[in-house]
């Protein structure tokens, strides 16, 4: 058995569920219960698009504090921030770690990869961003 973290798989993959404020129109993820931009407590569930762009991205070359659950050997891994249209920007995990593989601005598309196991041995999988292979 798998449990999905920080996503929902919904036809016809996953996407992640943030909020949008319905005073102010501001959209955040993950979901907070009240509004970071006008601190009204009104928002409503929005899902946001399964592909973004590229803002910003970097390599963790060293594994980091509890409570990571590291699956085997430590491995260098991309984490990056991808921007959705103009709602907002999430922080994730990348496919990918290698540096010709990434660019400001290209387009990444929302995936789910596996994180560890919990107590009881159920895999626990997440959210995380695969650069989309261009078609010419």
Known sequence: MSRLLGAEVLAPGPQLRAGRCVHCGATTFPRPDGCPRCTAGDLEDVLLPRRGELWSWTVQRFQP???????????????????????????????????????????????????????????LLSYAFAPVEERR
């Open 65 to 123: 504090k509890s409570p990571y659950l590291p699956v085997g050997e430590f491995e260098p891994y991309g984490v990056g921030y991808v921007s959705f249209a103009d709602l907002c920007v999430v922080e994730g995990r990348l496919t990918t770690a290698d540096p010709n593989e990434l660019s400001i601005g290209m387009a990444m598309e929302l995936t789910v990869h596996a994180i560890g196991h919990d107590a009881g041995g159920d895999e």
